[in-house]
């Protein structure tokens, strides 16, 4: 079965940290790039970062730059999503999301304090 599901959101105070984790399995994770997305309700999802397929390349919102690293395990089929110095603002459901288009199911990030 072909899925991807996030964990590691939560809640959190401004300043504070979190790792996403989004564990992929069904295909072979390691030919493809991964991003992360996140969106608040009324609003459309937003690209936050992105990996290619062997990691040697990223990118990332402008909102986010500095704060947040991406990475990826290919022997774990895993895209990580390294929070730092999080603000209110920063409160979203995250999803990761294949090139294939997979989309996982999405974890909540709440910033407040």
């Known amino acids: 079965q072909v899925r991807l599901v996030e964990s590691g959101g939560g809640l959190v105070q401004p300043g504070g940290a979190l790792r996403l984790s989004c564990v992929a399995s069904?295909?072979?994770?390691?030919?493809?790039?991964m991003s992360w997305y996140r969106q608040v309700p009324g609003k459309e999802r937003e690209l936050v970062a992105s990996i290619t397929s062997t990691g040697d390349s990223t990118n990332f919102a402008d909102s986010v730059k500095g704060r947040f690293t991406i990475s990826r395990d290919n022997a774990k089929k895993t895209v990580y999503l390294q929070m730092n110095s999080l603000k209110p603002e920063d409160t979203a459901v995250y999803y990761c999301k294949a090139e294939t288009g997979i989309w996982g199911q999405g974890t909540q990030v709440t910033v407040s304090s």
């Open positions: 069904g295909f072979t994770f390691r030919h493809f790039a």
